[in-house]
């Protein structure tokens, strides 16, 4: 088996599982829906079409950088009264950084990749306002998905990785089968993403006990501040 890889990085991202009405919450790291459904964007596919063969990639995660947890209080015209203002509470991640594997035949994967490369639609990180930044395609890596998710560099930017301490760890979460008795379930299999019937199955999901372990030789310590040569007060003189 082979491994597609992709970096998931923006500003902001939201990757709900169970949001529903007023309250829009986030999982901590890409759903597998969601990634499908970016994957079925860039091929091109309806929302009606069939998902079978993608749902049945084996999907994993590598968490590079967790970012940091964002709500916003949204307001916006109701839509059935004019007077009154629909108030929703909406939830983000900010400056997260995950590696995300795909595990598949080589013909398909390749078939991904060319997609992606030149998407039929425009692609977003869980929501329509969560446009992917950098490089989203990192390639097919020639081994399968835990070591593929192990192997990769760690992608956070040199300014977060100053920031990050001397020892940095990096869970890896993967699609579990029915030996690991340590798994947990999370309802983000599609099924369907026709908006008249949309449908999601559970999907058993392992951590690895063994993260990846980064000796982290840029860091300069959370709580020390980043040295640069600007002076604000070079240019005034003294009174």
């Known amino acids: 088996m082979s491994t597609l890889l992709l970096r998931m990085a923006a500003p ?3 990757w709900g599982v169970d949001s529903k009405f007023e309250r829009r919450s986030t999982e901590r790291m890409p759903s597998k829906s969601a990634v499908i459904g970016l994957i079925a964007s860039a091929l091109g596919r309806k929302r009606d079409s069939d998902i079978s ?3 049945t990639l084996r999907f994993g995660i590598r968490i590079d950088n967790e970012g940091v947890l964002l709500k916003d209080f949204h307001t916006a015209k109701h839509p059935y009264d004019e007077k009154r203002k629909y108030i929703t509470n909406r939830y983000y991640l900010a400056d997260a950084v995950f590696l995300v594997g795909l595990e598949g035949e080589m013909s398909f994967l390749t078939e ?4 992606l490369q030149v998407p039929a639609f425009p692609l977003f990180l869980g929501r329509r306002s969560c ?3 950098g490089r989203l395609l990192l390639g097919i890596r020639q081994s399968e998905l835990l070591n593929a998710l192990r192997e990769e560099p760690w992608l956070t930017s040199e300014y977060m990785q100053r920031k990050a301490p001397p020892q940095v760890i990096l ?5 579990s089968d029915e030996k690991d008795l340590d798994a947990f379930y999370q309802k983000d299999l599609p099924i369907s993403f026709d908006q008249e019937h949309r449908q999601f199955g559970f999907r058993r999901i392992s951590e690895h006990k063994n993260p990846v372990v980064i000796i982290n030789t840029n860091s300069y310590g959370t709580s020390v501040v980043d040295k640069t040569n600007h002076d604000s007060f070079a240019e005034v003189e003294d009174q």
């Open 112 to 115: 991904i990749e060319q997609a």
């Open 53 to 55: 063969g993608l749902k």
């Open 171 to 175: 869970r890896i979460f993967t699609d």
């Open 12 to 14: 902001l991202q939201s």
């Open 131 to 133: 446009p992917p930044e």
